[in-house]
């Protein structure tokens, strides 16, 4: 009976879930398996193929997935094992490590070691049972075409595991402003109300994550449950299709606090620590209309926290849809305790679908010499010793190598000797900086001694017994730490530098062509010669380093966790009085700071904007309405109060308000550099105009600042009004934009459509003019438009720059650019100060940005990943072009794009173009 049961729901799984239904970009290594299979979800299982390490059988009473009876451990030495998994490059994953252990080696001494992603320390694994699986989950955004995954630094037992799990993601799913910088570590992922014990995961959840049931008997694990929690379950299809894409079946469950209050205590994997917490809502019971369901979260010593009133069916804007509010920076203890509270006006109790509690995990630079490396060892890719997989030097060095303990190590000895390396002598070694050591004796090297004058701290070389050809170089003799030098038995020829044989301790016997030279008066000089030159080098060196620290240091701080920044979520709650309004100053105080209106910095559609002082010292810019149509004080601190809740660090910061005589007033931050428009063809600086990277850096800034207003307030911000006169520029050259959420304000009334079409001529959306349905995509254009203005410098408007019968930017830019001629819109003033790469690559993103329909135009989270992209390319090559002036390399791409490796041709490429981007999701 049981069996047909079980054949029964194999056979509806198998229904269910079609052959070809494994998703793209799910890898499901079984280690230490010897066949691919299918298992019971439908997912497909891979043998991991691992060069190292042993397999195990193991048998575990009550697991009897194909996947959990074998394993790979390694030995319990220094080294680290690593899996080298592929992935694309800026997608988000979930990566999944289990482990059951089975007393695999019969010794029943539970293991306990180390796993890394790439150079940082993930998680130790310790193992407490036999018979129980760990499992470790990390979110992460790829930013190479691999990930590598390493266990090391057993303390007890040998490291093993059992499986190794990659899921991809699309869209903007768990997107967050540090990932950077950051991974989220998965501490809890919990559907309420679930109707059994088991997970909801695949194919249920079609990224399958593992959503564990809260009825299992865990200790710790949701206990403190208040009385009067009760389940709640719905059959009714629900809207799930935004934020992070919460599988249906989860949110069709949910526990309801009948008496009033839903508490909980959980312990929390990997806490104390920063987190990201989220809350997953909808409205599964029915309510007749004179009920309501209001409640707040009531977290201990976080009272700020608790001021947000949750009323589902209003924030999701609807009954079954999801409403997904939550912290993407908050502190959070190992113990945590949490309460939702009804509030006093409301009928029922608290309600809860689902919750999600991951924790910021720091990335650890890798080794310097991560890039160089990596591409000696690409050429010896059959040999075991170049597959040991991760960073060089982290969280222990390869076998072969020896690091420094700076935190973002060097290599300083390389140990090949006698390994049967053939070939010359890869150039890559030259560029290892900090190399003090190297031994590459012993093999079958062949070709000239690479010039080494790169690696000033090199004191040991050797080469002996090879088949090296050509002369000892004479840039040896600008080593200024080189001891010693072994070059015998190979077939160098000529004369050896003068000087070196006294400088070094050499053996250069048994290389028959190569003789002593000879000893002269111009000795002395070619020793100062040398000695200045190294000096030049060193400080060149120096020089380099500390405008690469620099660099680097500056892009940390950017994107370094700041302030706490919960998703916005704007909706006023009605019938509550407001708990939080925006700053209301007197119509005197305006007069005092701007002296009555002194000083006017600028106009647009909106009024005029003058420059302030306040009496604290605090520098504004205060903006009069034109518009008087605003229904009365309330309806406009209402709108106003919306406007303080928004903050980001690329908008422009909203400080108060001001409405008194029938005038009404703005007042924010003063931003010291103007507008981007002035920086572009303004009469400001004419010399100075703004190089590429610059340019690069402002789109990232506003494109950030528009993806919040997209994604990360509800409901989501549609600025309508995007141009260059209203991406402004602060101080340090960082752009925000500004007037925001004003359009809202201009048009009258409480209606959410607006009758009028607004914009500015240019950079307005032709399908919101025709359908007057405006969408995110609207700003999209706008954005496109704006990009162009980079690239080109020219207005989005002219009478006289675009030849004839053209009078806009995006019909003269989508010309050029689809017959392949970039270069007629570039703008003259960057000179040639930019890779031709990177601005292809802004440009392609220009013309899909104002596609003629919303649907064919990319998210601004696409269009932000593709900035960043050409960011890094343009750093990139810029480093390249002052490393090395005369460098021929950006000419030769000039002319292989253009000769057609991107197709731009025909009209309708960009369709092609387009079926690789990731769809938006709305938030
Ligand atoms: C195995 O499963 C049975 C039935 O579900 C259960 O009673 C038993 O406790 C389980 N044993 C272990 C070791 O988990
Ligand atoms: C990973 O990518 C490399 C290079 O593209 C390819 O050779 C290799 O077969 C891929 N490995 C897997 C497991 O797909
Ligand atoms: C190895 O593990 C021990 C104990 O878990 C820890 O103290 C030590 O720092 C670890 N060593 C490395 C190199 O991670
Ligand atoms: C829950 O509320 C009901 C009705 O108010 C009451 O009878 C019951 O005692 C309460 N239960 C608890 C455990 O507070
Ligand atoms: C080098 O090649 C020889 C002969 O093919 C082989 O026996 C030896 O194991 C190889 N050594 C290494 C380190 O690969
Ligand atoms: C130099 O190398 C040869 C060959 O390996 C060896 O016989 C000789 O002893 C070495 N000379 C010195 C000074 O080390
Ligand atoms: C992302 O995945 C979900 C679930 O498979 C799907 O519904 C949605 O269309 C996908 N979005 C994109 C942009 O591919």
């Known amino acids: 009976m049981e069996n047909t049961l079980l054949l029964l729901s194999l056979l509806l799984l198998l229904l269910l879930v079609p052959s070809s239904a494994q998703m793209p970009g799910f890898v499901s290594l079984d280690c230490g398996g010897e066949e691919f299979f299918t298992d019971d979800l439908g997912l497909n299982w891979s043998p991991d193929e691992l060069r190292y390490g042993e397999t195990s059988f193991i048998?575990?009473?009550?697991?009897?997935?194909?996947?959990?009876?074998?394993?790979?451990?390694?030995?319990?030495?220094?080294?680290?094992?690593?899996?080298?998994?592929?992935?694309?490059?800026?997608?988000?994953?979930?990566?999944?490590?289990?482990?059951?252990?089975?007393?695999?080696?019969?010794?029943?001494?539970?293991?306990?070691?180390?796993?890394?992603?790439?150079?940082?320390?993930?998680?130790?694994?310790?193992?407490?049972?036999?018979?129980?699986i760990e499992m470790i989950e990390l979110i992460f955004l790829a930013t190479s075409p691999t990930v590598s995954v390493c266990l090391s630094n057993a303390t007890t037992g040998q490291p093993f595991i059992s499986t190794l799990e990659l899921r991809q993601f699309n869209g903007s799913v768990y997107y967050t402003d540090y990932e950077q910088q950051f991974y989220l570590s998965v501490s809890a992922r919990i559907n309420f109300g679930a109707d059994s014990e088991?997970?909801?995961?695949?194919?249920?959840?079609?990224?399958?994550?593992?959503?564990?049931?809260?009825?299992?008997?865990?200790?710790?694990?949701?206990?403190?449950?208040?009385?009067?929690?009760?389940?709640?379950?719905?059959?009714?299809?629900?809207?799930?299709?935004?934020?992070?894409?919460?599988?249906?079946?989860?949110?069709?469950?949910?526990?309801?606090?009948?008496?009033?209050?839903?508490?909980?205590?959980?312990?929390?994997?990997?806490?104390?620590?920063?987190?990201?917490?989220?809350?997953?809502?909808?409205?599964?019971?029915?309510?007749?209309?004179?009920e309501s369901r209001k409640f707040r979260l009531v977290l201990p010593g976080n009272p700020e926290l608790s001021k947000a009133i949750v009323n589902i069916e209003e924030n999701a804007q609807g009954k079954y849809r999801l409403y997904e509010p939550g912290f993407t920076n908050l502190s959070l203890p190992f113990v945590l305790s949490f309460r939702f509270g009804k509030t006093s006006d409301s009928t029922r109790g608290p309600l809860l679908n689902a919750m999600e509690i991951n924790k910021y995990l720091e990335k650890t630079d890798g080794s310097q010499d991560g890039a160089a490396i990596a591409s000696f060892i690409a050429q010896y890719s059959s040999a075991d010793w170049a597959q040991e997989g991760g960073d060089p030097c982290l969280p222990v060095p390869w076998s072969w190598v020896e690091c420094n303990s700076d935190a973002q190590p060097r290599i300083v000895k390389i140990k090949l000797s006698s390994m049967n390396l053939t070939g010359n002598i890869p150039s890559d070694l030259t560029k290892l900086s900090g190399l003090v050591e190297l031994w590459l004796d012993g093999n079958s090297l062949t070709g000239p001694i690479p010039d080494f004058s790169g690696c000033v701290d090199l004191k040991i070389i050797h080469l002996e017994n090879n088949q090296l050809s050509g002369g000892l170089p004479s840039s040896l003799m600008d080593l200024p730490s080189l001891k010693e030098l072994y070059v015998q038995n190979n077939l160098l020829s000529g004369t050896i530098p003068s000087g070196l044989d006294d400088k070094v301790a050499m053996n250069y016997t048994g290389n028959i062509n190569l003789r002593e030279g000879r000893r002269n008066g111009s000795r002395r000089n070619i020793i100062i010669g040398t000695t200045v030159?190294?000096?030049?080098?060193?400080?060149?060196?120096?020089?380099?380093?500390?405008?690469?620290?620099?660099?680097?240091?500056?892009?940390?701080?950017?994107?370094?966790?700041?302030?706490?920044?919960?998703?916005?979520?704007?909706?006023?709650?009605?019938?509550?009085?407001?708990?939080?309004?925006?700053?209301?100053?007197?119509?005197?105080?305006?007069?005092?700071?701007?002296?009555?209106?002194?000083?006017?910095?600028?106009?647009?559609?909106?009024?005029?904007?003058?420059?302030?002082?306040?009496?604290?010292?605090?520098?504004?810019?205060?903006?009069?309405?034109?518009?008087?149509?605003?229904?009365?004080?309330?309806?406009?601190?209402?709108?106003?109060?919306?406007?303080?809740?928004?903050?980001?660090?690329?908008?422009?910061?909203?400080?108060?308000?001001?409405?008194?005589?029938?005038r009404s007033m703005l007042v924010y931050e003063f931003m010291h550099n103007g507008t981007l428009k002035e920086h572009l063809y303004g009469p400001l600086t004419h010399e100075q105009r703004i190089n590429w990277i610059k340019r690069l850096e402002i789109a990232e800034d506003a494109a950030k600042g528009i993806e919040y207003l997209h994604t990360g307030c509800v409901p989501a911000i549609i600025h309508r009004d995007l141009k260059s006169s209203n991406i402004l520029i602060d101080k340090n050259m960082r752009a925000k934009v500004s007037d925001f959420g004003l359009s809202k304000l201009a048009v009258d009334g409480a209606s959410h459509v607006s009758s009028i079409v607004r914009g500015t001529v240019g950079y307005l959306d032709p399908e919101y003019y025709i359908s007057q349905q405006l969408t995110d995509k609207s700003d999209v254009y706008s954005f496109g438009v704006i990009l162009l203005e980079l690239i080109s410098g020219q207005e989005a408007i002219s009478n006289e720059n675009f030849g004839v019968n053209c009078r806009n930017i995006v019909q003269w830019a989508k010309l050029h650019i689809e017959s392949g001629d970039i270069q007629g819109i570039i703008d003259p003033s960057l000179h040639d100060e930019y890779d031709i790469q990177s601005m292809w690559k802004i440009a392609e993103k220009a013309l899909m940005c104002v596609q003629a329909h919303g649907y064919m135009r990319p998210s601004i989270s696409e269009v932000l990943k593709e900035i960043q992209d050409a960011i890094l390319m343009e750093r990139g090559a810029a480093a390249a072009r002052d490393g090395n002036s005369d460098d021929t390399s950006k000419n030769s791409i000039h002319s292989s794009l253009n000769l057609g490796s991107l197709d731009l041709g025909g009209n309708d490429n960009y369709l092609s173009l387009d079926e690789s981007i990731v769809r938006p999701t709305a938030r």
């Open 59 to 132: 048998e575990v009473l009550n697991e009897t997935r194909k996947q959990y009876t074998s394993l790979r451990h390694f030995p319990a030495d220094s080294r680290k094992y690593c899996y080298t998994m592929n992935v694309t490059s800026r997608t988000r994953y979930l990566l999944r490590a289990t482990f059951l252990y089975g007393n695999f080696d019969s010794n029943n001494v539970y293991p306990k070691f180390d796993i890394s992603v790439g150079a940082t320390h993930w998680s130790t694994i310790v193992i407490s049972d036999a018979n129980t």
């Open 533 to 662: 030159g190294a000096a030049v080098l060193i400080i060149a060196t120096i020089a380099s380093c500390i405008l690469l620290r620099k660099g680097k240091k500056k892009y940390h701080e950017q994107d370094k966790l700041s302030h706490p920044l919960p998703v916005q979520r704007l909706e006023s709650n009605k019938n509550d009085a407001p708990t939080e309004a925006a700053h209301c100053f007197t119509h005197s105080e305006i007069e005092e700071a701007t002296r009555k209106f002194e000083k006017k910095i600028g106009s647009g559609g909106f009024g005029v904007v003058y420059y302030g002082k306040t009496k604290d010292g605090k520098e504004i810019a205060v903006k009069v309405l034109t518009s008087n149509s605003f229904q009365g004080k309330r309806e406009f601190s209402n709108e106003v109060t919306l406007l303080s809740r928004i903050h980001h660090r690329n908008l422009v910061q909203f400080l108060g308000y001001c409405q008194e005589d029938g």
């Open 198 to 290: 088991d997970p909801v995961r695949y194919p249920d959840d079609p990224f399958d994550r593992i959503w564990l049931s809260d009825s299992i008997k865990k200790a710790n694990y949701l206990v403190d449950i208040a009385a009067g929690t009760k389940k709640v379950a719905t059959k009714l299809p629900i809207d799930v299709n935004r934020d992070d894409l919460p599988p249906q079946k989860v949110m069709q469950t949910a526990v309801v606090g009948t008496n009033g209050s839903l508490t909980y205590r959980l312990n929390l994997d990997g806490f104390p620590g920063t987190g990201w917490a989220v809350t997953y809502f909808a409205e599964i019971e029915d309510l007749a209309p004179d």
